[in-house]
Structure formats: structure tokens, C-alpha cells
């Protein structure tokens, strides 16, 4: 009975793409959310799913002319105090004048040290990441990496390998949108459940024939 | 199972983004208001077995939110007639003290002068450092902050100076707690009010004959809201989905 097994593997991967595309859909008012995508592969008669992959597109600029909001365009990570990445810029300044983002981590500069700012004073960004303020001059460098084998752990962090970050662009008073794509998501989920549906007929149909069988002998 | 909880927590998120523009719909008049902002994060994700090839396959157990912050950015200028009504163009506060002795904070100038001469909100709280202005006589504010008061005389009129206007900054304004009725209250995350001269360190300067509007954007929060609306029928979609999957899998069995 290798084919109901068979079938089994391939209705659970469907609900692993479901459970997927759920959290895509929760986060796609998270910013710097990035999209997780399913790849499927059959090894002889299993279609099984071959690990998920995330889209590295970048999402829609969302422009609120916030000046402690920060956007990236390419390939590029912020590096966070607590040694994760993360493409959230939703940052602020916390009582201590470090730039932090909405849970308090503190961004780190190229030095991995924070960025302090001081307070009341009004900030520049340049596209490389570098930030001026209006009476100090030049605050620091963002340390911006660019990740292999990114990872989400969860509160828009990442882990991954780091490397200097060479296409990143930073822009200023911008926050950058989750890039999942809502219709993909819709597509995914009927894609999902109507593979589901046919692994079910085949259980259903190899239960028949079994039960014919054993009428037979 | 997982994927309803986690189509519920971008419900549940949607839902208290959508209270959150409310209010700031609510308020898109309210002299001084400043509207919040809700930002998300994902959850944690876990591990559901791995690829052929060994690489881990996560999947996130949905969105929180992270964080509702207070845009202190200035609303549009009302100019109006009224010599009592204020605006601070900047960063500060009017630090203001309640009947009972406790300091708040608020951007509304929208002050009136009670029966014994003091400069007061409309709750009746004294604006501080207090300013008592004798009768008849108009109130009139430098931008630095100078307070006097100009009277009548027999031969001619006379200004009569009043004080000096402070204006409270905060390190961290964002933390301030809104107490209502456009009051803030200081907190530790906040840190200590710094009472700084108008026109000194960002504090701004006093604006007289002028009322600060809300910062709030209309067309900005109906957009966010309609983002809202589709984002919690899609997940209202995948539960659906979900739901439709696990009869499937319940029918299975007759």
C-alpha cells in the first residue's frame, strides 16, 4: 500500500504551502517582510516540498518623509545590537540618543558599535548609509551587510552569513513594504488546496480498490 | 491547525490597526493631535522537517504588532483671531499644571484666561510658568517667548511684561503617555521634561493668533484603512482554505 503513503507526503507538503502562505498573508503589512516561496520536487513517486526559498525582490517604497525611517533598495541587511539583520527601518531614537527600531534594538554603525545621535537634532542620509546630522556632522556609517543563507528568526530579524553589502542603497523617509504579493498568495492557496483535493481522491480511490481485493479473495 | 492561528494573528493585527486609524480619523480636527502609527513584526518561526537536500524548512507562525508610535511631526497652522491661542512651531510642549499639582504636557494652545486673570487650558489647568494678566489688558507674545500685557492708560497704552515662556522638550517624546483631552504625560522612557527658552535647542518658538492642527492625514489613513480591510479578508481567505482542507481530510474517513 506504498501508494497511500505516497499520497500522504504529498497532501502534507500542500498543508506545509498552506501554513505558508498564512504568514505570508499575516505579514503583508509587516515592513521589510520577505515573501516565503515553496519549492516543489518528486524524488521517484514523492512530490514532497524541497524547502522554502524567500523572495528577494524588493518590496514597494511606502514615503512618510519620517526622517529616522529608512528604506533599502538591493541586496542589503541593517545590522542589529542583539547580532541579527534585518531590512525593517522602521527606526527611532531611544532615551539614551541610540537609533532603534520598534522592539528597542539599537542599530549598529560599520564600527558594530550604535549610532548615537543627539537630541533635537535633525539627521541626513545618503544612499550609502551614511548619516550627518545638522550641527554635529557625520554620525557614522550604517553597517549594512548583505546575507547568504538569510533566515527569518521572527520580529523582522534574520540570521545568515554576512558579507559588506555592495549593491545596498539606503533612502531616507521611506519605509520599504512587505514584498509578498497578495494575489500570488490567493493563486498558492487555491493551488495548494486543489492539490490536496486530488491527493484525497487517489486515498479514496486506492482504499476502493483494496476494499475490491479483498472482497475478491 | 497552524495555518488558522496564523491567519488569525493577521486578523487579530489588522483589526487593532484599524482601531488605531479610527482614532486618528477621530481626531483629524482635534487642535494638537498627533497621530499613531502601528508598525508589525513577524513571529517565530519553527521547523517542519527539511529539504532532500538538508537545508531546514521554517515556517512563521504569523504577525504581531510591534509597536503604535506617536508622529510627533507639526499639523497645519489654523490662524485665527483670538489673542489667546498659541501654537509652537517646533519640537516643545506647553507644560501645563493641573488643580492638583501634577505637570502635563500638551501641544494644544488653545488656552482661554480665567475669572482671576491666569493663562489656562480649557480644562482650567494653569500654563506654566503662569501668567496672571490684570484686567483688560491683551495678551501679546514675542516669538521668543516674552509674555506682557497691553492696557488702556489715560494717555495712551502701556505694556506691562508678564514673564517668559518655557517650553518642555523630552529626549524621547514618542514614549510620552496621551493622557486625553490632547494631554501627555511624562514617563521614564520618555525622560526628564528640560525646560528650554522658545527658540533654544528645537523647542521652537510661540506662534500667537494660531492653532496647530492634528498632523493626521485623511487621505493617508483611508488608504492605510482600505490596505487593512483587503488584508484581513485575505486572511479570512486562507482560514477558509484551511478549514476547506481539513474537511477534505475529515471526509477521508467514512
Known amino acids: 500500500m506504498k501508494d497511500i ?3 500522504l507526503s504529498g497532501s502534507l507538503a500542500a498543508w506545509h504551502h498552506v501554513e505558508m502562505v498564512s504568514n505570508n498573508v499575516a505579514n503583508m503589512n509587516t515592513s521589510g517582510f520577505r515573501e516565503a516561496r515553496m519549492a516543489f520536487s518528486t524524488d521517484g513517486q514523492m512530490a514532497r516540498p524541497d524547502g522554502i526559498f524567500y523572495n528577494s525582490a524588493d518590496g514597494a517604497l511606502i514615503v512618510d518623509d519620517n526622517p529616522t525611517h529608512l528604506a533599502l533598495r538591493g541586496d542589503g541587511f541593517f545590522s542589529m545590537a542583539n547580532g541579527s539583520y534585518s531590512r525593517d527601518g522602521n527606526f527611532h531614537v531611544d532615551l539614551a540618543g541610540n537609533l532603534v527600531n520598534s522592539d528597542g534594538i539599537a542599530v549598529l554603525n560599520d564600527q558594530n558599535q550604535p549610532i ?10 545618503s544612499p550609502d548609509g551614511v548619516i550627518i546630522g545638522s550641527s554635529s556632522g557625520q554620525v557614522g556609517k550604517l553597517g549594512l551587510v548583505s546575507l547568504t543563507n538569510a533566515t527569518p528568526v521572527g520580529g523582522t530579524a534574520w540570521t545568515g552569513t554576512p558579507a559588506p553589502a555592495l549593491t545596498a542603497e539606503v533612502i531616507q523617509g521611506a519605509l520599504e513594504h512587505a514584498n509578498a504579493d497578495p494575489l500570488r498568495g490567493m493563486v498558492e492557496l487555491i493551488e495548494a488546496s486543489r492539490i490536496f483535493e486530488a491527493q484525497e481522491k487517489v486515498i479514496r480511490t486506492s482504499d476502493e480498490m483494496r476494499a475490491r481485493l479483498n472482497r475478491i479473495a | 491547525m497552524r495555518a488558522l492561528y ?6 487579530n493585527a ?6 488605531n486609524i479610527a482614532n486618528n480619523l477621530a481626531n483629524s480636527t482635534t487642535t494638537g493631535y498627533k497621530k499613531t502609527r502601528e508598525t508589525f513584526a513577524d513571529l517565530i518561526y519553527q521547523q517542519v522537517g527539511g529539504s532532500p537536500a538538508g537545508d531546514p524548512m521554517q515556517l512563521g507562525s504569523g504577525t504581531r504588532v510591534a509597536s503604535l508610535s506617536r508622529d510627533f511631526r507639526s499639523g ?3 490662524v485665527t483671531s483670538n489673542p489667546t491661542d498659541l501654537m509652537i512651531d517646533g519640537e516643545g510642549f506647553f507644560a501645563v499644571e493641573t488643580p492638583n499639582g501634577e505637570t502635563m504636557y500638551t501641544r494644544d494652545g488653545h488656552f482661554r484666561i480665567d475669572l482671576e486673570g491666569n493663562l489656562t487650558t480649557q480644562d482650567g489647568y494653569i500654563v506654566q510658568p503662569g501668567f496672571q494678566i490684570p484686567e483688560g489688558g491683551t495678551l501679546m507674545i514675542g516669538s521668543d517667548g516674552s509674555v506682557s500685557a497691553l492696557l488702556q492708560t489715560e494717555n495712551g497704552s502701556e505694556s506691562v511684561s508678564l514673564g517668559q515662556f518655557e517650553m518642555a522638550r523630552f529626549p524621547n517624546p514618542e514614549a510620552l503617555m496621551a493622557a486625553g483631552r490632547n494631554y501627555f504625560r511624562a514617563t521614564t522612557a520618555a525622560g ?14 510661540v506662534i500667537q493668533y494660531a492653532l496647530e492642527g492634528a498632523n493626521v492625514d485623511v487621505a493617508e489613513e483611508l488608504i492605510n484603512m482600505i490596505s487593512a480591510q483587503r488584508s484581513y479578508e485575505l486572511s479570512s ?12 481530510a475529515a471526509s477521508l474517513k467514512r
Open chain 2, 192 to 205: 526628564e521634561a528640560e525646560l528650554v527658552q522658545p527658540q533654544t535647542g528645537g523647542a521652537g518658538t
Open chain 2, 14 to 19: 489588522r483589526q487593532i490597526q484599524l482601531e
Open chain 2, 76 to 78: 497645519n497652522v489654523i
Open chain 2, 237 to 248: 481567505k486562507v482560514i477558509q482554505t484551511a478549514d476547506e482542507m481539513m474537511q477534505i
Open chain 2, 6 to 11: 496564523t491567519a488569525a494573528t493577521g486578523m
Open chain 1, 116 to 125: 548615537l545621535m543627539r537630541p533635537g537634532e535633525s539627521i541626513s542620509v
Open chain 1, 5 to 7: 503513503y505516497t499520497t
